[in-house]
């Protein structure tokens, strides 16, 4: 079950900034987006529900170990990269699968942050998600994924995920999004985030007739949705990179969306792509 709590905030203004507080499966969550200016008076109502006690965590001094579950080799590279890269956190162990992730176990309980993929090769991260969420001492749970529909995400939150990133997160958004976790915030990607408002406020996702895309067009969302890069894209459809920005202009068009992770939502919504869970 889902439904609003009390939100306390500083001087922002709805979605162009307020820290949003949300209940969802008994627990309290407090929404940080990237790109969004989160007041710094903002706070939430504390949450003691099942025995979970105060949800803020200090952070540690040193390095935090991130433990990932992800199938695809370019996205754990990526992660791997940006984690060596980023100041008070060290890439841990990675597993492509929940067959290797239970054999990884160990590595996993001893991490301090997990990111996890929803779609892979043996099952749903959801179920992995759901076995980590009970652990002493619990570490924190992020969902790292392409699926943005309200099915996974509602899946994965009651499942005990503390935030929720999709996959065409910039770079440079990763190691805030890590800390607002830490700090045991609720970070989400603001495309989920509106996502969750319009539901718990009983509104309607904006609709639109249904979208003719080329074959091209599909080939180049579906590379889109594993959470290929444009010039991956180039590389494997054999194109210049020039025609792959070219492609994903005219997608953002006929599916009226401004970002990767609004196009996959909206394609998957349409029925111009089938996403898997």
């Known amino acids: 079950m889902w439904s609003y709590c009390e939100i306390l905030a500083g001087d922002t203004d709805s979605l162009s900034g307020k820290a949003v507080g949300l209940i969802i499966g008994g627990r309290a969550l407090r929404l940080a987006c990237a790109g969004w200016r989160l007041a710094g008076k903002a706070r939430i109502l504390?949450?003691?529900?099942?025995?979970?006690?105060?949800?803020?965590q200090a952070a540690s001094c040193t390095d935090r170990r991130v433990f990932v579950?992800?199938?695809d080799a370019r996205i754990r590279q990526r992660l791997q990269r940006l984690l060596e890269a980023a100041s008070g956190y060290a890439p841990g162990a990675m597993?492509?699968?929940l067959m290797a992730a239970d054999r990884l176990r160990d590595e996993a309980r001893a991490s301090d942050v997990l990111l996890?993929?929803?779609r892979l090769p043996d099952g749903s991260g959801s179920h992995f998600i759901a076995e980590a969420a009970a652990w002493?001492?619990?570490p924190r749970i992020a969902v790292f994924s392409v699926l943005g529909d309200e099915a996974n995400v509602i899946a994965a939150l009651e499942a005990g995920a503390d935030g929720y990133l999709l996959k065409d997160l910039r770079d440079v958004d990763l190691v805030p999004m890590l800390d607002a976790l830490m700090r045991g915030e609720a970070p989400m990607s603001p495309a989920i985030?509106?996502?969750l408002l319009r539901r718990f406020r009983g509104e309607a996702s904006p609709g639109a007739p249904q979208a003719r895309l080329s074959e091209r067009e599909t080939e180049v969302l579906h590379l889109i949705a594993?959470?290929?890069s444009s010039s991956e894209?180039?590389?494997s459809l054999g194109v210049a990179a020039s025609t792959v920005v070219t492609h994903v202009k005219h997608i953002y068009d006929k599916l009226n969306v401004h970002s990767r992770s609004q196009a996959v939502y909206e394609a998957a919504q349409q029925g111009l792509i089938r996403m898997g869970g």
């Open 116 to 118: 996890i993929d929803l």
């Open 46 to 56: 504390r949450s003691r529900h099942a025995g979970m006690g105060d949800m803020t």
């Open 233 to 235: 894209i180039a590389q």
């Open 136 to 138: 002493q001492p619990r």
């Open 95 to 97: 597993a492509e699968s």
């Open 69 to 71: 579950l992800e199938d």
């Open 226 to 228: 594993k959470g290929y």
């Open 193 to 195: 985030a509106r996502h």
